[in-house]
């Protein structure tokens, strides 16, 4: 009797609750939190705990290799070592702290992500509800127009955008954004037509609940899980397809640290200076490596059918 209360006292009271536990009984959800939660902190820090400056240039020790210890340039007259550093990640051409690019890097990298989805959920979501809930001939005009942007690889969309833009950040952000649209929309638009067919949809038109009432708070709550699992998904692709973007000169420009940039000007002297594409290309792989394993538990707590029994 004792055992059956315990069990009982154990189970999650809220919807919360459940979501909570079934996401850190998945161990490589847990990970992937925590590994990203590293990197949005050492974003949000970057400022303070990085110890050089990411453009500032030291002429005197270009290429200087990864170490623990300060790199001696000289002595002064009176016999006394001039020393700077250290650099832990090394330097690269120009001298310049690999360590703290990568560590103002992750800032863009964080800003991109949040952003891109930002742009992609918002319009995807509001497209998808309309489409979806509307119908007929609102339906039929706007998905012929989400098929024309499906039409085209989300890379290629971004690369157009920012064809008729021109290359910069804020670009990059809403052309990948942008190009993002069209997959919210679908998956809203679906959500919604099976939704809306619910008891509890046609119960609240029976009692003369308005359109936007029955969206806003009977639809849209019910199919806020699946847009959460598609974004946290799509934060891991943002990550990429910026870096991607900027390593062929289209997404942030030299000499601002992005860790796309630091791949396109460390390829160069990868037999001479392996750190300078070494270093960002694992704080890429983590990133999004964490994201993804978070996503996927995210997307386990979320689905009833995934749960971990």
């Known amino acids: 009797m004792g055992t059956n209360m315990e069990s009982v006292s154990r189970q999650p ?35 303070v705990i990085a110890p ?9 020790v270009p290429f200087a290799p990864p170490s623990l210890e300060p790199v001696e340039l000289g002595r002064t007259a009176e016999g006394r070592a001039v020393r700077m550093g250290p650099f832990v990640m090394g330097t690269d051409q120009y001298g310049r702290d ?48 989400i098929d024309m942007l499906y039409a085209f690889p989300s890379v290629l969309l971004a690369i157009a955008v920012i064809a008729v833009l021109g290359p910069g950040l804020y670009n990059v952000m809403f052309a990948i954004g942008f190009s993002w649209i069209p997959v919210y929309t679908r998956l809203v638009r679906g959500c919604v037509m099976s939704t809306k ?55 942030v420009q030299r000499p601002d640290p992005e860790w796309g940039v630091m791949l396109n000007e460390g390829r160069a002297f990868m037999v001479q200076a392996p750190w300078l594409t070494i270093f960002p290309g694992l704080a890429i792989a983590l990133s999004v490596l964490s994201v993804n394993m978070f996503g996927d538990g995210l997307r386990g707590a979320l689905d009833p059918r995934m749960r971990i029994e």
């Open 197 to 251: 067919q619910h008891v509890y949809v046609e119960a609240a038109r029976c009692v003369g609940a308005s359109t936007s009432r029955i969206v806003t708070r009977h639809i849209l709550p019910n199919i806020a899980s699946s847009i959460i699992i598609l974004g946290s998904v799509n934060m891991g692709t943002a990550i990429l397809t910026a870096a991607a973007l900027s390593f062929i000169g289209l997404g």
């Open 52 to 60: 050089f400056s990411p453009i500032v240039m030291h002429t005197e």
């Open 13 to 47: 009271r809220t919807e919360w609750q459940r979501i909570r536990r079934e996401l850190f009984r998945n161990r490589s959800a847990v990970v992937g939190m925590i590994v990203l939660a590293v990197f949005v902190a050492l974003g949000l820090l970057a400022p």
């Open 98 to 145: 690999v360590f703290s690019r990568v560590l103002h890097g992750s800032t863009v990298s964080l800003q991109v992500a949040i952003i891109c989805n930002a742009i992609g959920l918002f319009f995807g979501t509001t497209l998808g509800l309309v489409s979806g809930y509307a119908g007929g001939r609102v339906d039929f005009a706007m998905q012929r127009l």
